[in-house]
């Protein structure tokens, strides 16, 4: 553009000159020149733009004449030359023509620039969405896809807040899953979410919000725009992404259309890695009891053999089993299971191991958990089940406890808790046992 101002001013001294371009090429160009803007005081550049068509103005202000020529290539208009011909000097019809050319030769070079530009930023959009396409298929931890969706996101679209979010009929508030930005885990980022959660719930579609409004504290940083892609699977809401930046329409529609490509992936990738921790919980869940399967139980004292320092191992037998089943029917006895693994998980800590060791036995390891206190939980677990339990049950337990100090194993840990349990069978029931069966506990 700087050789087409070059020539003019050679050719025409007198005259000077100036590129209205369209709102379009004026974004997206480093081309130096005017936003072309389409009102009443511009009616001849409209036109011309319009039309593609040279036309002509006279100010009365400074009698000067004006001639618009289109700046037209194989594809479209991006703009006007404008050229002022100053105190009334006219234009021969020859450097029209000249002009004319001139006009058309920038006109096919912003339009070659745009397809450049257009090429490269569709390159660089395939390139994102290769490079996410291999990252999601690459079988990561659940947070670990969307760590790295939430980057790149943010690298790619210069976003503040990303956000992934699980959803359903059943569920009062979404889950806020692990790689959405810290905003997200505030109080004040409720009201973007509910709000969101409301216009999905009326209809599935993606939403993008050039300015909005949301009633916030005023000590609250306000977002404007915002991106919204749900995640569908069939016909039903499972959750959605939403990406937020402070500043009013600060996202394009290209940069919404690539987010939705991108959301869709995640949606695939999303679902298989639910898939595998279902049945990863599956594996290591019994059906029944929900607690751990025996086999989670044996690598997790395993493991604190390890690398802890002790740990307290309890072993559950409900009395008299048989007869429940015998006088309720096994649908009760089921029941009681249940009641007994419910009261299990309501005494031990999110580190603590409660299992299905097998039929009516239960267990539960404690790591780094001393013996007697160990005892102190059987014992409150054991009280909780003879007062609460419907039919009423009793429960005898048998706890083993290891330490560094001396040699053991995991056998030996489960052994010494067998034989704890059974002297606590055979001496009344309804009763703590500790290994070594001589230091009883009722």
């Known amino acids: 553009m700087s050789e087409l101002f070059v020539i003019l001013k050679e050719e025409y001294p007198n005259f000077s000159y100036d590129l209205l371009l369209s709102q379009s090429t004026y974004k997206h160009s480093d081309v130096l020149g005017i936003d072309l803007e389409y009102d009443s005081e511009n009616i001849a550049a409209t036109n011309a733009y319009l039309t593609g068509e040279i036309q002509y103005e006279f100010s009365h202000t400074d009698n000067s004449k004006i001639l618009y020529a289109p700046l037209k290539g194989k594809q479209g208009i991006y703009g006007v030359l404008q050229i002022i011909a100053p105190h009334s000097l ?51 931890p659940l947070a670990d896809t969307l760590s790295f969706m939430a980057e ?7 976003a503040q807040e990303v956000g992934f979010f699980l959803d359903s009929e059943e569920r009062v508030k979404v889950k806020i899953l692990p790689g959405s930005t810290p905003f997200f885990f505030l109080t004040t980022a409720q009201t973007y979410i509910d709000y969101i959660k409301g216009k999905l719930k009326k209809e599935n579609d993606p939403l993008l919000f050039g300015d909005i409004s949301l009633p916030l504290s005023n000590q609250s940083k306000c977002y404007h725009s ?9 016909k039903n809401l499972k959750g959605f992404s939403m990406i937020m930046h402070e500043k009013p329409y600060f996202f394009s529609f290209e940069t919404f259309q690539l987010l939705q490509t991108l959301v869709h992936q995640l949606s695939l990738s999303l679902t298989n890695s639910m898939l595998r921790e279902e049945l990863k919980k599956l594996v290591t869940t019994d059906h029944l009891t929900k607690l751990h399967s025996r086999n989670y139980l044996d690598e997790k004292i395993q493991s604190s053999m390890k690398k802890d320092n002790e740990g307290t191992f309890i072993l559950i037998d409900i009395d008299n089993f048989k007869e429940i089943n015998d006088s309720y029917g096994h649908q009760i006895g089921d029941e009681v299971l249940i009641q007994v693994a419910n009261f299990i998980k309501g005494n031990i800590r999110g580190k603590d191991v409660g299992a299905r060791w097998g039929g009516e036995e239960l267990a539960i ?72 069966a001589n230091s009883k506990v009722s």
């Open 90 to 140: 006219d234009v021969p019809i020859k450097e029209v023509e000249f002009m004319t050319f001139l006009a058309g030769s920038a006109g096919s070079a912003l339009e070659n620039a745009q397809l450049y530009q257009q090429s490269r930023k569709t390159i660089l959009e395939l390139q994102l969405i290769n490079e996410t396409t291999y990252r999601l298929n690459s079988n990561l």
């Open 365 to 436: 390891y404690l790591p780094n958990v001393p013996l007697d206190e160990g005892v102190a939980i059987a014992q409150k677990i054991g009280a909780k089940v003879s007062e609460n339990s419907v039919p009423h049950i009793t429960v005898s337990c048998g706890v083993s406890h290891w330490n560094k100090e001396k040699p053991d194993t995991d056998r030996y840990l489960f052994k010494r808790a067998d034989e704890a349990l059974y002297h606590a069978k055979g001496t009344g029931k309804n009763k703590v046992v500790t290994q070594g």
């Open 226 to 234: 915002i991106m919204v892609v749900p995640v569908v699977l069939g």
């Open 152 to 158: 790149q996101i943010k690298s790619s679209f210069y």
